[in-house]
């Protein structure tokens, strides 16, 4: 974990308040994991307007050129002032944050993303895909903003399948349809899954009548990032109760099953 | 080898020599662990601790912090292991790092601070103070009573020092109006200095959902948004001359460092500024002595209080 800054060496829109930023880090190119993520200042230097930093999966790790690269949505202060960001700036990031994942023994994993949650995703499909494993990437989005991104996954050596609820791309509908049936086409795969809070709701409802291993990936909102203002407390199951977990440094991912969510 | 010499940066609260005024609040830096990563944090006048009780607590319901202008709004709800975690899970390595500890501790009531000042009594020669939070605006039962009660501070302080032998900071809650008598019962009660402020009550509603952004509804404001409050509050305590103070509120900068040392702190707490630059103690440290330095200003506690020149005149 390091506090650093780096040189953007592109920062795109690829869709409706969608964009692209690659920046230049061997650091991270040679200690990011996946299931970990990285906290962006996301003001000029010296100031603090947005105050906190804001928390960011790594999509893409590009080794050859030490470069790696951020999906983002814009959504208020913090990403908009990304998304003004051009090549050639700085950004002041920390991390690799959190504990990795580790998916070294998956034979068969089926990747569960909904909107902006496949960014976290992409990274694990690749390395995954890499390894010899098998690799089903289950992606929903509201619309159809994300669509560029199908050459993406087009490089992956793995199966994909895409819900648009506009009806623009892939199928309509939404990711858990996919288990409308009733039936378990994944039976022996290793699940993991990042995206909405509906949507992981529904997952754990459909999942809690099957034996595969769930392991989500959350969002909070976060203040510290490392594990110190116990801001980013989501409930984990216990034996009698709960225990409040941190998403930053127990985290960000949970057994599915274990999580209850408010 | 000849020494380089700055500034004289050594401050007392007190009984408590610090060897610089730079110090972290409570709640804002854990026990100092995960910052030992970025710098050397016993370069630090000191660490204040999370605030402990004497049994873990849980917290409050997420969400738990909220972003608003200049500042945070926080719930946390003192969650915490608990006292003899403190000296099981964060006094070794505390050791180890060779960090000036204040430990912070809070009960709901007069007896609770007794049974933690009785815990504690076997590990006094590892602590340079201990902290009375008696101000969070978070616990319903706990601070906010005390702060109102003018007794309870004075009784809470007397019998923690007492037991301990521990020199002993109070720190006040901006939340209760005028601060002077709390901090006369602190005086009365043996304190060897106050800090303050803690963070100021505050609520955020959303417009879409007409729920409010905290799950506990109401939280604590810090950051830059309450460093007048503080500024103000430091200023008048200071001109009253009660206690020795550690003055907190929104420090984002050495220049709001100085600012709180020229208004009457003796030494300044950094809160929520550790959540965004990670490695703000050393910073700050650093350019109070430039500063210095540049003023050729040969010894920091000549500028503490200099707001109040003209009145003292
Ligand atoms: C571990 C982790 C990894 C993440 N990875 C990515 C990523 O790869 N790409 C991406 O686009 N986003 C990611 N997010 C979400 C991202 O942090 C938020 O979108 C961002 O903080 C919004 O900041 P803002 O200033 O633009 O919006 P704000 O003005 O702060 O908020 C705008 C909206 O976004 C919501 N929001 C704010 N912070 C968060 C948060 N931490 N989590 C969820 N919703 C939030 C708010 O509730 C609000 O509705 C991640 C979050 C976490 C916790
Ligand atoms: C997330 C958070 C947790 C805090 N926890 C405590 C605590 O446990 N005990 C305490 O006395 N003060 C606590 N505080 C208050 C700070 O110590 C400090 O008084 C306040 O934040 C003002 O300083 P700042 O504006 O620099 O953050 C907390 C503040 C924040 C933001
Ligand atoms: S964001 Fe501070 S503990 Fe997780």
């Known amino acids: 974990m390091k506090l650093l800054d780096a040189e953007i060496v592109n920062n795109i829109r690829i869709g409706e308040g969608l964009y692209k930023m690659e920046f230049f880090s061997p650091y991270l190119c040679k200690n990011f994991k996946p299931g970990q993520f990285i906290n962006i200042k996301c003001s000029p230097e010296g100031l603090f307007d947005p105050f906190l930093r804001r928390p960011f999966s790594i999509y893409d790790i590009e080794n050859n050129f030490n470069v790696v690269s951020v999906l983002y949505l814009v959504r208020g202060k913090g990403t908009k002032y990304l998304s003004g960001l051009e090549k050639g700036d700085n950004i002041n990031f920390c991390g690799p944050l959190g504990n990795p994942l580790s998916f070294e023994n998956d034979k068969k994993v089926l990747l569960i993303g909904g909107g902006i949650g496949i960014a976290p995703l992409y990274l694990m499909a690749k390395k995954l895909s890499g390894q010899g494993a098998l690799v089903y990437f289950l992606c929903g989005f509201k619309e159809s903003n994300f669509r560029l991104l199908e050459k993406d996954f087009l490089r992956l050596n793995a199966d994909y399948k895409i819900y648009c609820e506009d009806g623009m791309w892939g199928e309509v509908g939404i990711v858990t349809d996919e288990f409308a049936s009733g039936k378990n086409k994944f039976e022996d795969y290793k699940v993991y899954c990042c995206g909405p809070l509906e949507m992981l709701k529904k997952l754990q409802a459909i999942f809690s009548k099957y034996n595969n291993t769930v392991i989500a990936i959350l969002e909070e909102k976060m203040a510290c990032g490392i594990g110190v203002c116990m801001g980013c407390a989501v409930k984990i199951k216990q034996k009698g109760g709960f225990a409040y977990k941190k998403v930053c440094s127990d985290g960000p991912s949970f057994n599915l099953e274990e999580v209850l969510f408010g | 080898m000849v020494k380089e010499k700055g500034p004289n940066l050594k401050v007392n609260l007190g009984t408590i020599e610090l060897d610089n005024p730079v110090i972290t609040c409570s709640g804002t830096f854990s026990s100092g662990l995960e910052y030992g990563k970025f710098y050397d944090i016993s370069k630090l006048g000191a660490v204040t601790t999370k605030s402990f009780s004497l049994k873990p607590k849980k917290g409050n319901e997420p969400p738990r912090t909220c972003e608003v202008a200049c500042g945070l709004l926080n719930s946390i709800g003192l969650q915490n292991d608990g006292i003899n975690s403190f000296k099981k899970d964060h006094l070794p390595y505390i050791k180890k790092l060779n960090i000036r500890v204040i430990l912070s501790i809070f009960g709901q009531d007069i007896a609770e601070f007794r049974k933690i000042a009785k815990e504690i009594v076997d590990i006094r020669q590892d602590i340079i103070a201990l902290e009375l939070n008696l101000s969070c605006p978070n616990v319903e039962k706990g601070g906010m009573a005390f702060c109102t009660s003018t007794d309870d501070i004075k009784n809470i302080t007397h019998e923690v020092k007492q037991i301990t032998k521990i020199p002993v900071i109070v720190k006040l809650s901006p939340n209760v109006g005028d601060l002077s008598m709390p901090a006369i019962s602190a005086r009365e009660g043996g304190a060897d200095a106050i800090s303050l402020i803690n963070t100021v009550i505050g609520a955020a509603f959303d417009i879409d959902s007409f729920k409010p952004k905290l799950g506990n509804i109401q939280g604590g404001l810090s950051g ?85 020149d003209k009145i003292k005149r």
């Not at chain 2, 600012?259 to 650093?286: D, P, Q, R």
């Open chain 2, 224 to 308: 830059p948004a309450v460093k007048p409050i503080a500024i103000a509050n430091v200023y008048n305590l200071y001109k009253e001359n009660i206690l020795p103070i550690i003055g907190m509120g929104g420090i984002y900068s050495w220049e709001d460092a100085v600012e709180f040392m020229i208004a009457g702190a003796k030494a300044i707490g950094l809160g929520s500024v550790n959540f965004v630059n990670y490695m703000a103690g050393i910073e700050i440290l650093e350019n109070i002595k430039k500063y210095l330095t540049s003023k050729n200003i040969t010894d920091i506690n000549s500028i503490i209080g200099r707001a109040s």
